[in-house]
């Protein structure tokens, strides 16, 4: 068991393309042992493998008090007309801005056995589906910001205590 440090902008590793997992080994569940217990804290509602140094396809979740995992998710329904939400990441702290995201959304992927899973939700459940799936693709949430208010982000970063 490992609580990892979050990368924050900058690091090119939240850039990278995540490769889908072939082999369920050692690795990947130590990943996956680390992903849980590093989002398992309040005010964190998901964590996908970039944000603590992997580049295996893999996130976890915390949302109503549960901590869940899925490997290789792929968003199979996006349901509703998006709509403005407020989003903030881990890996760009203390920015929080409006994203359109689908209100209701799922992500097809398998567990540690191999297994298929779903996870459905609406609301915050929704939109960390579609923030992690993001991640995956080495794409942070600013970029899907508008170009005024990406500016703004980028200001806000720049003058950040982190950066
Ligand atoms: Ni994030």
Same mark, same amino acid.
Request: glycine share 10%; with cysteine.
């Given at each position: 068991?490992?609580?990892?440090?979050?990368? +924050?902008?900058?690091?090119? +590793?939240?850039?990278?393309?995540?490769? =889908?997992?072939?082999?369920?080994?050692?690795?990947?569940?130590?990943?996956?042992?680390? @992903? *849980?217990?590093?989002?398992?804290?309040? &005010?964190?509602?998901?964590?996908?493998?970039?944000?603590?140094?992997?580049?295996?396809?893999?996130?976890?979740?915390?949302?109503?008090?549960?901590?869940?995992?899925?490997?290789? =998710?792929?968003?199979?329904?996006?349901?509703?007309?998006?709509?403005?939400? &407020?989003? &903030? *990441?881990?890996?760009? =702290?203390? @920015?929080? /801005?409006? +994203?359109?995201?689908?209100?209701?959304?799922?992500?097809?992927?398998?567990?540690?056995?191999?297994? =298929?899973?779903?996870?459905?939700?609406?609301?915050?459940?929704?939109?960390?589906?579609?923030?992690?799936?993001?991640?995956?693709?080495?794409?942070?949430?600013?970029?899907?910001?508008?170009?005024?208010?990406?500016?703004?982000?980028?200001?806000?970063?720049?003058?950040?205590?982190? /950066?």
């Amino acid at each position: 068991m490992a609580i990892r440090e979050i990368r +924050v902008f900058g690091d090119p +590793v939240l850039r990278t393309v995540c490769t =889908p997992i072939e082999t369920i080994d050692d690795g990947v569940r130590a990943m996956v042992q680390d @992903l *849980c217990d590093t989002v398992a804290f309040d &005010g964190r509602a998901g964590l996908a493998s970039t944000q603590i140094g992997y580049t295996q396809r893999a996130f976890s979740l915390h949302i109503d008090g549960e901590v869940s995992y899925v490997l290789n =998710p792929e968003l199979c329904d996006l349901e509703g007309e998006p709509v403005p939400t &407020g989003e &903030g *990441c881990l890996s760009v =702290p203390d @920015l929080w /801005f409006d +994203v359109l995201r689908y209100p209701r959304a799922a992500v097809r992927g398998i567990d540690l056995d191999g297994n =298929p899973v779903l996870i459905r939700g609406e609301g915050l459940m929704a939109q960390a589906l579609q923030h992690e799936c993001d991640h995956l693709d080495g794409k942070l949430y600013i970029s899907r910001l508008e170009r005024e208010a990406r500016g703004e982000a980028m200001r806000q970063i720049r003058t950040s205590s982190w /950066f």
